[in-house]
Structures are given as structure tokens and as C-alpha cells.
């Protein structure tokens, strides 16, 4: 017998495509991969380097249930450099097995059964599923494509009710790769609710800079990681930065589930926000991120596709995709299945994601080129 809370929680669409897509390649057959939101560089050598370094000296044992300490130094001062978020201490920062624990022990703590958490609507397709899994209520609001997909805090004001615990928010996000600009990000401040700020992208940023909640509030929970800036999605490693009060309920939750996160992981970890030449290597993904992404969004839109704004962080477009299909799932199976390229359904990402296909720019500008290719060539043959 199955548990509710397990029957509750939804496929992850994006994973029944690729799983398609690898099942298509083991035929023989050739997939362009643009529908997968992992970075396609290797981690830098100095993080390759730190890890061999850190099994040679037999750093291979539990760590504090916290982490190390020194890495927990080493984001408090990446913070204070990057937003001038000076005032946290080490203790504040909890490193995990990557940033998924990481919402499942933030939520458990901040969320009693039926309190509501609210998300946006497209969002992430994961968070409603944390949400539920813990017997809380996921409450949408919808964010408009012309607005760049920001939440506007009046209509967060409005949903806000009795039972209302947090909002939830990304930026950049994922769908949509937009980064919430910081008049917005005060009001959500100022409204005095709980904020949950997913951070994970910050970094892959390409006009403008994205600004930490920290700068704002200090009602606030912080998730990040190494995955996606770092190029280090197998390590699995992310932390939390949470107020004083929480960590020990938090730490309790540690010591009982995780024990403590990956030990060679979190020396990697060091070295990715210490060492001089990560930072050099980051700053040419970045730059090569961008290119791509100027590519794609004009390829996309001489095909047809809608972007109203341009996504400006993380590493995704998010195209309206309404003139060839009111079925994103058919749409995006119709594509692999006779283009030979792997995109992302909108309605992963909620109700009004429908519509919508998401493309990611995390692989090669030969690839993404002949992926374009495909998907025009397709669309012509489809047209007539």
C-alpha cells in the first residue's frame, strides 16, 4: 500500500522527456538535449583538484552536522563580497546534500500541516510537491508573460490569507529566467511575511545583477548552492542561510536525517568560493551562457515563438509556444518524437505554464544551432 503522501506528489515531466530521449539515443538515434537544466562545463579544476586532495588526505568521515566550518566562513564572507550582507555569522548557514533537503527542512521547520505557502504561477515544478509532501497548501499566484513573469506584490498582498506561512520565490527563475528586480523585492519585503528565496541562480546573471532577500529583510530563509554556477550538479551540495533562531530546530532535523552532507563535496565546496581561478572560470561560462542565450531567443522568436521579455539569468527561455499548440506535453513529445530534440512542456511548471515550452541553453552552440535547426525544419513540415 502506497502512502497519500506519496500518491500526491506528481511526475517530474521534464525527467519523462529526457528518460524518452535517452531511451531514443540507446536506438541509435540522435537527440539534441535542450530540455535538461544542468550545466554542460565540467566543474573547475581547482574544485576537482580540492576533492582529490580532500580523499588523499582521508577527508572521507562525517563533518559538523552544520558543515565545515570553514566552508560555512567561506559563504558568509561570499555574501558580505557579493551583496554586502555583512552581519552573518557562521553558524547561520547550514550546508546540505544539495538544495532539495534543503527545502524539506526549511518547510518541515517554518510550515505546519495546512499552512499555506505562496508560489507563483508558472513556477518551479518541484516546489508544490515539497509543499505537499509536508501537508501544506500551495497557493498560486499568476505572474504575466509582459511583466516578465515578476510577481507583483499587490496581488501577493491580496492572496495573502489566515493560514498563510511564506512566499516562495526564485529569481532568476527557473522557467522563466527572470530576475526580479529590487523595487519588487523590497515590497515583498514590506508585506512582513516569511520569504523563502531560492537563490540558486545567482551568478548566471547576464544585464544587471541579481540582489540576495538578505538586502532586505531579515525574515527570510536563503537557498543556494554549487549545481548550477559552479558546474558541480553531482556533487550535491547546497546550504541554507536561516535567522539564529531557527538553526537548532533545523540542526536537530540534520542530525537525524542527513547527519551531515557529503565530506569530500563540501572541501570542493571551499575551493569554488576561495579559490581566484574558479572565479575566472565562472566568469567565461557566464559569458558563453549569454552568447548562447542571444542566439536562441532570435532564433526562437524568427520561428514564431513569443517572447515578450527577455529572460536575463539562469540559463532558459521560456517561449510561448500558443501559435503551434494549446498542448505543451503533446507539443514537446511531438518535437522529440520527429525533430529529434528534447524541450520542456510549460505545464510542468503549473496551469498557466500551459502554452509554453521551456528551452535550455545549457549545452553547446553547435548543438543548440542544429537543435534550432531541427525544430525550424519541423515546424515548416508541420505547417503545411
Avoid at 296 to 302: S, Y
Amino acid at each position: 500500500m502506497i502512502c497519500r503522501r506519496v500518491r500526491d506528489v506528481k511526475p517530474f515531466l521534464v525527467m519523462d522527456v529526457l528518460e524518452k530521449a535517452q531511451a531514443m539515443e540507446r536506438r541509435g538515434e540522435s537527440v539534441i538535449h535542450l530540455e535538461v537544466g544542468e550545466p554542460d562545463f565540467d566543474a573547475p579544476k581547482a574544485v576537482l583538484d580540492a576533492a582529490m586532495d580532500a580523499l588523499k588526505r582521508g577527508e572521507t568521515h562525517y563533518t559538523h552536522s552544520l558543515g565545515l566550518p570553514q566552508l560555512r566562513e567561506a559563504v558568509c564572507a561570499y555574501y558580505g563580497r557579493t551583496y554586502g550582507v555583512t552581519d552573518l555569522e557562521p553558524d547561520q548557514v547550514l550546508i546540505t546534500s544539495g538544495s532539495s533537503p534543503a527545502f524539506l527542512i526549511a518547510l518541515s521547520t517554518v510550515m505546519d500541516c495546512g499552512e499555506e505557502v505562496i508560489l507563483s504561477d508558472p513556477h518551479y515544478a518541484c516546489y508544490p510537491s515539497f509543499v505537499h509532501f509536508l501537508d501544506g497548501v500551495p497557493k498560486t499566484v499568476a505572474v504575466e508573460e509582459e511583466d516578465g513573469f515578476q510577481l507583483r506584490p499587490e496581488a501577493v498582498r491580496c492572496a495573502v490569507g489566515p493560514k498563510t506561512r511564506a512566499v516562495l520565490i526564485n529569481s532568476p527563475s527557473n522557467p522563466t529566467g527572470t530576475v526580479m528586480d529590487r523595487d519588487r523585492l523590497q515590497a515583498l519585503a514590506d508585506l512582513g511575511l516569511w520569504i523563502l528565496s531560492d537563490e540558486i541562480y545567482h551568478g548566471l546573471v547576464y544585464e544587471g545583477r541579481a540582489h540576495s532577500i538578505l538586502e532586505f529583510t531579515r525574515k527570510a530563509i536563503v537557498f543556494n548552492g554549487f549545481s548550477k554556477l559552479f558546474a558541480m550538479t553531482g556533487f550535491r551540495l547546497g546550504y541554507l542561510i536561516v535567522p539564529k533562531d531557527l538553526v537548532r530546530p533545523m540542526q536537530a532535523l540534520m542530525q537525524n536525517f542527513f547527519i551531515s552532507a557529503n565530506s569530500v563535496s563540501q572541501w570542493a565546496g571551499l575551493a569554488a568560493l576561495t579559490v581566484a581561478e574558479v572565479q575566472d572560470d565562472v566568469a567565461r561560462m557566464v559569458r558563453t551562457y549569454d552568447a548562447r542565450r542571444r542566439f536562441m531567443i532570435q532564433r526562437l522568436r524568427e520561428m514564431g515563438f513569443g517572447i515578450a521579455v527577455e529572460p536575463t539569468g539562469a540559463f532558459y527561455v521560456f517561449a510561448n509556444a500558443k501559435k503551434f499548440s494549446g498542448n505543451s506535453l503533446e507539443l514537446a513529445f511531438e518535437i522529440l518524437e520527429r525533430a529529434r530534440v528534447g524541450v520542456t512542456p510549460g505545464v510542468d511548471f503549473g496551469p498557466r505554464g500551459e502554452g509554453y515550452l521551456r528551452f535550455s541553453y545549457a549545452n553547446s552552440m553547435e548543438n543548440i544551432a542544429e537543435g534550432m535547426d531541427r525544430l525550424e525544419h519541423f515546424l515548416a513540415e508541420r505547417g503545411r
